[in-house]
């Protein structure tokens, strides 16, 4: 699988972004995706997951009341929408892919990985 993430930018305090990560090469028949996101020096961070029916999603409790993922298996892509972003949210945001059912809030838990698209949210 290889993952395409993509719609970072410059946001400004409070408005909203929508992330994308498709999906190409030999997707498997069902796999669980999640979003992370990274600032230098500072260790990968879960922010968001959910199950390969979309029926459940989970999230690390500083985006839970901003963030919301989502997916259409028809187009191979699987979303992030950040609402209310904060400053503190500038980072380089990725998702990634795991054939595996059940939570993953690891980064070792996924065995797939986009390359990343830069959030910066000025205030």
């Known amino acids: 699988v290889q993952l395409q993430a993509s719609g970072g930018g410059l946001v400004l305090a409070g408005a909203s972004l929508r992330l994308s990560c498709a999906a190409s090469?030999?997707?498997?028949?069902?796999?669980?995706v999640a979003w992370f996101r990274q600032v230098p020096g500072k260790e990968r961070e879960f922010l968001a997951g959910?199950?390969?029916?979309?029926?459940?999603?989970y999230y690390s409790d500083s985006v839970k009341d901003r963030y919301t993922i989502s997916r259409d298996n028809a187009k191979n892509s699987t979303y992030l929408q950040m609402n209310s972003p904060k400053p503190e949210d500038t980072a380089v945001y990725y998702c990634a892919a795991r054939y595996l059912v059940g939570d993953g809030r690891a980064s070792v838990d996924y065995d797939f990985w986009g390359q990343g698209t830069q959030v910066t949210v000025s205030s």
């Open positions: 090469g030999r997707t498997p028949s069902r796999y669980a």
């Open positions: 959910i199950s390969w029916s979309g029926f459940k999603t």
